[in-house]
């Protein structure tokens, strides 16, 4: 029996180990989303069922976590033009209504060739703390 169990673990397990997983196609690989290809417009929109001006504000920590350079910001209209991988985007937030909001992220030349990771990360960072609620911090005397 002993030999049986054994037998089993050495053929069968292997095969499982080299099948795809189910949800590989979700998972982007590294090199995937650091090597530039073209993006479609829906990939870089998102909407979220949050306040517009709690989006605008996690989409600046959003690119601020992530080390891009933000050029120009206006708070009145929901838009911030940044600069990353020496390539300027063009993040809008844009409020449906009270409690949902749709963040654009878009080349500024149009030319929608880049690393879909910019995109991507930034999505990922607001998902993660969107579920932290904001804190305000007091102010230093």
Do not use: W
């Not at 933000?70 to 020496?86: H, M, N, P, R, W």
């Not at 878009?106 to 930034?122: C, E, H, K, S």
């Amino acid at each position: 029996m002993e030999r049986v169990i054994l037998i089993f673990t050495i053929l069968i397990l292997p095969v499982f180990y080299f099948l795809p997983s189910a949800n590989a196609e979700e998972v982007m690989s590294m090199s995937t989303l650091v090597t530039p290809h073209n993006m479609n417009l829906e990939d870089c929109n998102k909407l979220y069922r949050m306040p517009s001006e709690k989006l605008f504000y996690m989409t600046i920590a959003g690119i601020n976590a992530n080390r891009f350079s933000v050029d120009e910001l206006q708070s009145k209209t929901g838009y911030i033009l940044f600069t990353a991988v020496g390539k300027q985007f063009l993040a809008s937030v844009v409020k449906i209504d009270n409690n949902r909001s749709m963040l654009k992220i878009t080349p500024a030349d149009n030319v929608y060739y880049f690393q879909p990771g910019i995109v991507l990360n930034l999505f990922k960072y607001i998902d993660v703390n969107s579920l932290e609620p904001l804190a305000k911090i007091p102010a230093r005397t």
